[in-house]
């Protein structure tokens, strides 16, 4: 590693990886490859067949996007540290890097919510889910998200990017995020621990506690279903919505509930990897997998 200057991090990654080098670089290299490939596939299936012209697809789609940009801003990176035994950044690409992958985790969350909006009122308001959620309302429900997720994310990003750095700049991880440059800084991180822990509610817990209740609101509905066979089908078309949840949530809650410190660290990085690799690699699959509808289209490709 060459020396640092005032304006630069290093990224550990995963450390000296020896003869593993290779192999690591391969699997990620693939899963990335897949991840967009799976994701472009959702997004180009969507967006031209019209038997997938509906909101909880439309609400896919975005899902998609938001995927693609988690994946896409921090793999990359990830793969040239692994090659390299570690990777320079400047202090601008860092809290760039940053800034986009925090905004697309929150975009994510407020996403995730709608999607199970959307659900309840197919599932508990069926004969006014035409009418409610129409074309303009999906055009709102779909924006908000991101504009939430990429305005909200600045109050987070600035103070951390007035930070004064006065130890080694070395990040312990494979992308940089809020822990490993707090523990960096040679500022008072007060302020913004406290900002963070409030801005947790309603970034987290308030789109988590709705989704909460949405499916609860769900499941009553579907048990009032008088046929095993009606309860089945009207849960089918929620299931994979779950799944993600439970992944998406799963991984977030563990990244951010596990310190960063000492023995922990591993479990920290390997968490980081699930949130920000394999889960943007599972949403598509899951939904492929799972939904009849998709892969109906999906089988009709070779035919077009």
């Not at 540290?81 to 985790?105: D, E, N, W």
């Not at 999607?115 to 508990?124: E, G, H, K, N, P």
């Not at 409030?198 to 009553?220: E, G, H, K, Q």
């Not at 990085?269 to 889960?279: A, D, G, P, Q, R």
């Amino acid at each position: 590693m060459s020396t640092l200057n005032q304006t630069e991090f290093f990224l550990l990654c995963f450390g000296n990886l020896h003869s593993f080098t290779i192999v690591f670089f391969i699997l990620f290299l693939v899963i990335f490859l897949f991840t967009v490939m799976g994701n472009l596939l959702i997004i180009i299936l969507v967006s031209t067949n019209v038997h997938l012209q509906s909101p909880m697809y439309y609400f896919l789609c975005h899902l998609s996007i938001s995927d693609l940009v988690i994946s896409t801003n921090v793999v990359p990176n990830m793969l040239g540290a692994i090659l390299q035994g570690g990777k320079i950044m400047t202090h601008l690409g860092c809290f760039t890097q940053f800034y986009f992958f925090s905004g697309s985790t929150i975009t994510e969350c407020y996403l995730l919510s709608v999607m199970s909006y959307d659900r309840y009122l197919a599932i508990c308001n069926p004969l006014r889910y035409s009418s409610i959620m129409d074309f303009k309302h999906q055009i709102c429900l779909s924006v908000w998200p991101w504009l939430v997720g990429l305005t909200l994310n600045l109050s987070g990003v600035f103070p951390i990017s007035n930070f004064n750095f006065c130890h080694d700049n070395i990040i312990d991880h494979f992308y940089c995020d809020v822990l490993p440059l707090q523990q960096l800084s040679c500022s008072d991180t007060s302020a913004v621990e406290l900002e963070a822990f409030l801005f947790s509610v309603p970034v987290f817990i308030l789109p988590c506690t709705f989704i909460i209740v949405t499916y609860v609101c769900i499941f009553l509905t579907i048990y009032k279903i008088p046929s095993t066979t009606g309860k089945q089908k009207t849960f089918s078309t929620c299931s994979s919505h779950l799944i993600v949840v439970g992944t998406f949530y799963g991984t977030l809650i563990a990244k951010y509930m596990i310190p960063s410190k000492g023995n922990s660290l591993f479990i920290n990085k390997t968490v980081s990897l699930l949130h920000t690799v394999f889960t943007p690699l599972l949403n598509p699959i899951i939904y492929s997998l799972r939904n009849q509808d998709i892969k109906k289209t999906f089988k009709k490709i070779p035919n077009q």
